[in-house]
């Protein structure tokens, strides 16, 4: 093996790519090897500048500045056509698929063979069969894509890739909508790859995977590369360090909980989604104040829509929840009733719910107390009142730039979600909702928000967190919801909460209810 | 349009739409040359034409104030997310109401008919726009579809009832009887007599202040009350809306209702301070101008005042030089508007990038609301 | 102070190939006889009626002419301001000591093409074509069917409407369409009263082989052999009347109502519909213009109660 | 007997006020399933009724004529392509600055041309236009009600356009499933950055939809001026690119869905013709205005009621940039 990397030049070689977006310097200088029929692995924190690179290298971004060297050849890639035909395929972060196409359409789109489908179709279908027993890829190829579960929609990306002939692949975070069972499902399939002869570039920031499956590992900071090694030389938490740039908790900090009055009851609750399927099946379960109860589970399981319909956001079909002495379904509170009420929340999705990406950071302060007599005067908002309690809650919260007047979307990630979070948390609620607390946001700012957390379980109010991270639920909860398929098919205390028994309920393998 | 090179706000509310302004009228040069006239002397008649005179400026005015009212109306929906092309239709109802007002009081006093008056406007103006916005906000139906339907629907409505029910008498001409003397808009010349200054005596009217007025009230609303903030999320994001308990469908209703009233305000203009009757079709294409005024304004009031003073200017201008010039005809003014409207509107970019590229060097970051 | 005529067109235009087109060739055969150039202006929006007029005057117009009867008001204003300004207002009244008054009894003419087009079909069914359902075209309408009613009690007229917007002057297409429809429900003549929609009618008619009747200006010749009269209103006899009297110092303000007596308003023969108007018909025509003329037979005329 | 006439002569009329709304639909099926909404179908008609029948005047051919119509309507298509597509303006604006100023540019030209005010000369002489092709033994087929009279109404007796536009459904519907170009066409509408990252240029796709929708405008304009009437007359689309609008989203995007919203629409139309002056039962004699804006009314409540949220292509109206 390692003879053989020696002798073949790398698969993929980057030299000294930079890119900038605006003010942005996603790339500076990436320089790095990739070994051909190696999993190498490329971790940083969000916004370290990963998918930049990846899409430089695949043709959907261009550099400013570099050279990519594909088996040791110069080759210039300045569209998508010249990576595929230079052997390169990408799975994205967010997935390319058509939804209302049939997974075959999704497949051949861009290499029909003919102006005719009728006999691109069959020649596909026979080369897919192959690509299937090859790799023992299985998908039904007349299914349309929407209505497929998302593991599976991620093998489509791959068969597309496969199906293009690609010599190196690239998986962008391939693993965030996973179980951990389908993720491991998915390194068996790279590992059948890498035998195969192909060449795999796996981008995460998740250290478990790179310990479990990449063979060499290159870390990204701020656009450069800060370190590249070979993973068996290496540990957790180097990778950490070097990621973040200096010695980081991998453990969040907290007192034993102290569960005091139920404040929040949810019995027999339905919801269906815009579509009219029902996604949340009878589910019921208890808040109590000063605990933080985490509901896991693999994105789409109902989890979303269980939150918007505590959150007012969606009408459930049946169910109560009771709060405050009220039955919020029963009386049709909407969210800013909620809200008045004392149930505040931070949503998944903080771009396209949380705020008003074309408000300033002042008036996304306001997004749904807007009508509260703090920030009126009469007839007219009391603008004054506005940019103080912002500016406050700026200081508080340690919000960078500190400025009142600018735009939310020129805040970086980890800034705006703790704008959300001021704006929610501040007001002390009696319940607080928050889904994704940490999305898209670094280290440095999770830790901030972990603590805003704990500290408000602290002062005896109740947190519900939903997470598709693993670690964090494992963290922050006291107490731990596992949804599958829209139900709770699993509660377990923080004691006895395992990753592997969370990963079996979150897989839908029911055990018996404790 | 977070594009990450930014033009100064300045820049972008001024320079960008007279630069997109300035190639629109060299287009129409190109046009009018073709046509064999000079198109130096064009402009030059089109500019004096606009503004050489007091009778010129009056009538300028006069259409800018037409043109504020469904400016508005276009801006006020755009906020909320919602194309409303359907100002024309709703001016033509909300005139109706006025008109009603007028015919039945026009004997009382004026400070009394006024207030009825601007509230029959803005009521029969609303009421045109609230099914589309139920529609949409219920249904889901394409906003852009139904009111260009109510459009045709409004025009019928209105021939039906000037030829059937509300014709003056023994008179040829769809129309209705004059309204009562009492219910007229002051004139401005009128009311700057009044103050001993001179002015040439023109349709311009206190309508005029009445559209200003309506202006700055829309900018208060939008920016500075609890509901232009709710209206303005929903346009933004719904989504964000939703979760901050404002109701989209309620909010789309009453920005079609705001949109709809403000376009009836032409009414107040067109019949009752100049033609004093209703007729066939007054609101003559106004409806539509809107949608550039609002846009060449950057939907915003002070810029939509800018706009439609200069459109009122294309109007009276343009009417001048068919007036002087044989051979440019009354759609060559037309064909102006619609060069202006795509190099304003439509090809911004086209000239945002090089005034980028000219100005910013240094991009200022930090900026307020867009 | 020199002579200087100007006249302000309506909406559909100097070139509608109706009254206003008619009008405009009254200015032209004025302009080529005497010399004299006429200011015109088309208006584009209601306002622009008085402002144009205003500005003629200012500039120095010694007569006024205004088409149609949507300048009424107009005119009235700003013959009070002008009051040394002479205005010819055609097809309204404005009771002015500065206004002469045009009118035409366009239901004399259209109750000949009526009977025309009864005596011309063959099925006993004609049909009618309007622009807009206004008064002046239901003036047409009427006469049209009493003329057709007059020929023929048991003749069947269907009437049909173009649009509710200034756009169905305007629309050939859907002109066409009408026609086609009346065609199918067994119509073989058809008249029109709609502007350039008519020239859809008209070509509708030739295609499938009936007759049209033109309106406002002589049609005939846009199809010879297909076209069996037009309604016609001489409006530029009018026109160029104002304007010739003006200058010859003869205008007189006050009303004048031109019918078939004074050959305001007629039906058209000429060589191109020589050929479908036979003698007899016209034989018969003409009997019943010399009754209307001499005041024996009364064609009624619409009136907005 | 009666009825079955009158309902032949009605589908007869249907035919032909839904070609110019078919072909301006299947136009707009085009460019909006590529992701670009098409409001501009109004101005792209007009300016293709203008040049036609200029050139058809001018040549004396209604074949260049149609030519001509279809050059000018892909221009302007692509004119709107490089406003919206290139240069990532809004759709809807760009389209109502071209409708506004074809209706302009027409009349003016027209006059400078012509100096027939904003018309362009009577179309008379054989071959300038297209005229009613009558099968053989139509008017004797007449005769028999029925098939004759379906045979000589329905199929006989139509313009070249009319056959075409009919041809044209099956063959969109074939370009848009069966095709490869089909294939990129929905699927860029859908999902560009799907198309993008498969190697294919969203931009070329997009123009090449504007360019067929242009073509099919150009074929709806024609007809106006050169097949149904005579010649150009200022503003003589009157509102049709807006129903053809609707009647696609009321058809759903789909090609023969939309010709069934296309004939509803021209069969309300030639309904209404009919009913002018009809007293009905129950109601009577309903004012003309009010029947004239029935087809306006069936639009309203068919999207308000039947249609209920028509699911758009997903990505329409947004223009496309990587860098968002
Ligand atoms: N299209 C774009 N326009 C502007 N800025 C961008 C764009 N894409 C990325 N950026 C910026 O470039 C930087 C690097 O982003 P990139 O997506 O490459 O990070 P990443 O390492 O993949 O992060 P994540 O883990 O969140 O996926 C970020 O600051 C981001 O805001
Ligand atoms: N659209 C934009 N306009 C202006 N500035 C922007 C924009 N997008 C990002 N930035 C700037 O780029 C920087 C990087 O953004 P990014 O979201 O990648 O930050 P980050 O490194 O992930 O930070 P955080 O850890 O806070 O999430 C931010 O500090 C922000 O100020
Ligand atoms: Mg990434
Ligand atoms: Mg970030």
């Known amino acids: ?514 | 349009m977070s594009t990450p090179k930014q033009l100064p706000r300045w820049a972008d509310l001024i320079l960008l739409p007279l630069v997109g302004l300035a190639a629109a009228l060299l287009l129409s040069c190109g046009v009018i040359a073709l046509l064999g006239e000079s198109p130096w002397q064009a402009m030059r008649l089109m500019v004096d034409g606009a503004f050489g005179s007091q009778e010129s400026i009056g009538y300028s005015l006069f259409y800018a104030t037409n043109f504020i009212f469904t400016g508005l109306a276009v801006a006020v929906a755009f906020h909320a997310g919602l194309f409303n092309i359907g100002g024309e239709g709703q001016a033509y109802i909300g005139g109706l109401g006025a008109g009603l007002v007028c015919l039945w009081l026009g004997h009382w006093p004026f400070w009394a008919v006024l207030p009825l008056a601007v509230m029959g406007a803005a009521g029969f103006g609303a009421a045109w726009a609230f099914l589309p916005g139920l529609l949409q906000a219920k249904r889901g139906s394409h906003i852009v579809i139904t009111t260009i339907m109510f459009n045709f629907i409004a025009s019928a409505l209105m021939t039906y009832l000037l030829v059937n029910v509300l014709i003056k008498p023994g008179q040829q001409s769809p129309e209705t009887r004059e309204f009562g003397s009492n219910s007229w808009m002051p004139f401005a010349h009128e009311i700057l007599a009044r103050v001993g200054l001179d002015f040439t005596a023109t349709p311009l009217n206190l309508a005029f202040v009445l559209a200003l007025g309506a202006a700055g009230l829309v900018w208060v609303f939008i920016w500075h009350t609890r509901w232009g903030y709710a209206l303005r999320v929903v346009g933004q994001s719904p989504e964000a809306a939703v979760y901050a308990g404002i109701s989209p469908s309620r909010i789309t209703i009453m920005a079609m209702l705001l949109s709809g009233a403000l376009a009836g305000g032409l009414g107040l203009n067109e019949l009752m301070g100049s033609q004093h009757r209703i007729l066939i079709d007054f609101p003559g294409g106004a409806g539509f101008v809107g949608i550039a005024v609002a846009l060449m304004g950057r939907n915003h009031p002070v810029g939509i005042v800018f706009s439609a003073i200069l459109f009122g200017a294309l109007y009276q201008g343009g009417s001048q030089l068919t007036f002087d010039m044989p051979r440019v005809n009354r759609d060559m003014v037309v064909v102006i508007q619609g060069l202006v409207i795509l190099s304003c509107g439509a090809l911004e970019n086209m000239f945002r990038q090089p005034l980028t590229a000219l100005l910013g060097r240094r991009r200022k970051s930090g900026e307020g609301r867009s | 102070k020199d002579f200087s005529p100007a006249i302000v067109y309506d909406f559909g235009g100097k070139f509608d190939r109706s009254f206003n087109q008619s009008a405009s060739e009254g200015a032209a055969r004025f302009t080529t006889e005497t010399g004299t150039a006429v200011r015109e202006f088309e208006i584009t929006n209601a306002a622009q009626r008085e402002q144009a007029m205003q500005q003629m005057a200012r500039r120095g117009a010694t007569i006024i002419v205004a088409i149609g009867f949507t300048q009424a008001s107009a005119v009235e204003k700003v013959a009070k301001q002008f009051p040394n300004v002479m205005f010819t207002i055609v097809d309204a009244v404005v009771d002015l000591p500065n206004v002469q008054s045009v009118n035409f009894r366009e239901q004399e003419s259209s109750f000949l093409c009526g009977m025309a087009a009864a005596l011309a079909s063959k099925t006993g069914k004609v049909g009618f074509i309007g622009g807009m359902d206004i008064p002046l075209i239901r003036k047409f309408a009427l006469g049209y069917v009493e003329g057709a009613k007059f020929v023929n009690p048991s003749a069947e007229v269907f009437q049909n409407m173009t649009g509710s917007t200034p756009a169905a002057w305007g629309d050939p297409t859907k002109g066409a369409e009408l026609a086609k429809s009346q065609f199918g429900r067994g119509a073989d003549v058809v008249f029109h009263a709609a502007g350039a929609t008519g020239i859809g009618v008209m070509q509708a008619a030739k295609d499938s082989g009936r007759l049209s009747i033109g309106c406002d200006s002589n049609q005939d010749y846009l199809h010879p052999g297909s076209v069996l009269t037009s309604a016609v209103k001489r409006v530029d006899v009018a026109t160029y009347k104002a304007f010739l009297d003006a200058k010859n110092g003869t205008w007189k303000p006050g009303q004048i109502v031109l019918g078939l007596a004074e050959q305001g308003v007629d039906y058209s023969y000429d060589e191109f519909n020589r050929a479908v108007l036979t003698p007899e018909m016209k034989q018969k025509i003409d009997a019943a213009k010399a009754d209307i003329i001499s005041g024996k037979l009364k064609v009624s005329e619409y009136k907005v109660q | 007997m009666e009825t079955y006439t009158l309902m032949v002569l009605l589908l007869a009329a249907t035919i032909r006020v839904a070609t110019p709304l078919l072909l301006a639909a299947l136009a707009g099926m085009f460019s909006e399933r590529a992701g670009v909404i098409d409001l501009g179908l109004e101005g792209k008609m007009l300016g293709a009724a203008f040049a036609a029948a200029t050139v058809a005047t001018v040549t004396g051919s209604a074949w260049l004529g149609l030519g001509a119509g279809m050059v000018t309507a892909i221009a302007l298509s692509l004119l709107l392509g490089f406003a919206c597509v290139t240069y990532r303006g809004n759709q809807v604006v760009a389209a109502m600055a071209v409708n506004i100023m074809v209706s302009g540019l027409g009349p003016t030209l027209a006059l400078a041309w012509f100096n027939l005010g904003g018309q362009t000369p009577q179309l008379d002489a054989a071959g300038q236009r297209f005229t009613a092709v009558v099968w053989p033994w139509s008017q004797s087929a007449r005769e028999t009600p029925f098939p004759g009279l379906l045979y000589a109404e329905l199929l006989s007796g139509h313009n070249l356009v009319v056959y075409l536009a009919a041809a044209l459904v099956p063959a969109a519907a074939w370009l848009l499933y069966r095709t490869r170009f089909g294939l990129r066409l929905r699927a860029v509408g859908e999902n560009p950055q799907a198309v993008d990252t498969a190697g294919i240029s969203v931009t070329g796709l997009r123009y090449q939809a504007m360019i067929i929708s242009g073509a099919l405008c150009g074929v709806a304009g024609s007809y106006l001026s050169i097949a149904a009437s005579s010649g150009f007359v200022r503003d003589m689309t009157a509102g049709k690119g807006y129903l053809a609008l609707a009647a696609l989203i009321f058809g759903k995007w789909r090609p023969y869905p939309t010709l069934a919203a296309c004939l509803l629409f021209a069969f309300t139309d030639a309904l209404a013709v009919r009913l002018q002056g009809v007293a009905l039962p129950l109601v009577g004699v309903i004012p003309v205005q009010f029947i004239l804006a029935l087809p306006y009314v069936l639009t309203v409540l068919l999207l308000a009621g039947f249609v209920g949220r028509a699911v758009a292509p997903r990505a329409i109206g947004v223009p496309y940039s990587k860098e968002k």
């Not at chain 1, 320089?31 to 695949?58: C, D, P, R, W």
């Not at chain 1, 690609?166 to 951990?180: M, S, Y």
């Not at chain 1, 705020?355 to 908002?381: C, K, P, W």
């Not at chain 1, 705006?416 to 280290?443: C, F």
């Open chain 1, 1 to 514: 093996m390692v003879e053989k990397i020696t002798v073949l030049p790398p698969a993929l070689e980057l030299r000294s790519i930079s890119k900038r977006f605006g003010a942005v310097q996603a790339n500076r200088a990436v320089s790095f090897q990739v070994a051909a029929g190696s999993v190498h692995g490329l971790i940083g924190e969000n916004g370290a500048g990963k998918s930049t690179v990846m899409n430089i290298v695949y043709g959907f971004h261009r550099a400013d500045d570099g050279e990519i060297l594909v088996n040791g050849r110069p080759v210039k890639i300045s569209s998508t056509q010249d990576a595929i035909a230079a052997g390169i395929g990408m799975v994205h972060q967010h997935f390319m698929l058509v939804e209302n196409f049939t997974v075959i359409e999704n497949v051949m789109l861009g290499v029909e063979g003919g102006p005719l489908l009728a006999e691109g179709i069959a020649k596909a279908r026979e080369a897919l069969a192959k690509l299937g027993k090859d790799y023992g890829l299985d998908v039904p190829l007349d299914a349309i894509v929407g209505s497929l579960p998302v593991g599976l929609q991620q093998r489509v990306e791959i068969m597309k890739a496969l199906h293009r002939g690609a010599q190196i692949l690239i998986l962008d975070e391939p693993t965030a909508v996973l179980t951990p069972q389908e993720a491991d499902q998915l390194f068996r399939l790279l590992g059948r790859l890498r035998e195969q002869g192909k060449t795999v570039l796996l981008v995460t920031h998740k250290l478990r995977e790179i310990m479990a499956i990449t063979d060499r590992v290159t870390v990204m900071r701020q656009g450069s590369v800060v370190a590249e090694v070979e993973t068996k030389d290496t540990s957790p938490r180097e990778l950490a360090e070097k990621m973040v740039g200096r010695s980081v908790l991998l453990q969040v900090q907290k007192g034993p909980a102290r569960p005091g009055a139920e404040l929040l009851t949810v019995s027999n609750l339905e919801v269906r989604d815009a579509q009219g399927v029902m996604r949340v099946k009878r589910v019921g379960f208890k808040l109590h104040g000063g605990e933080i109860v985490g509901i896991a589970g693999v994105a789409g399981n109902g989890q979303s829509e269980l939150l918007e319909a505590l959150a007012g956001m969606r009408a459930p079909v049946g169910g109560e929840i009771r709060f405050g002495g009220r039955d919020l379904v029963a009386e049709k509170i909407d969210p800013r009733g909620r809200r008045e009420l004392g149930l505040a929340h931070v949503p998944e999705d903080r771009l396209r719910v949380g705020v008003v990406t074309s408000f300033s950071a002042q008036e996304n302060l306001i997004l749904g107390y807007q009508d509260h007599e703090n920030f009126n005067r009469g007839l007219l908002m009391n603008n004054q009142a506005i940019l103080e309690d912002c500016a406050r809650k700026m200081a508080a919260y340690d919000v960078r730039p500190p400025q009142p007047g600018l735009r939310i979307a020129a805040f970086s990630g980890g800034n705006q979600q703790k704008l959300v979070v001021a704006r929610e948390v501040d007001r002390a609620p009696t319940v607080l909702l928050v889904g994704q607390p940490t999305r898209g946001v670094d280290i440095g700012a999770i830790e901030f928000i972990h603590q805003r957390l704990i500290g408000l379980r602290d002062a005896g109010k109740a947190v519900l967190v939903v997470s598709v991270e693993l670690d964090e639920i494992l963290g922050l909860a006291d107490r731990i919801l596992v949804m599958a398929g829209g139900e709770i098919v699993g509660e377990l205390s923080r004691a006895e909460a395992t990753e592997e028994k969370i990963g079996l309920l979150m897989a839908g393998v029911r055990e018996e209810k404790t």
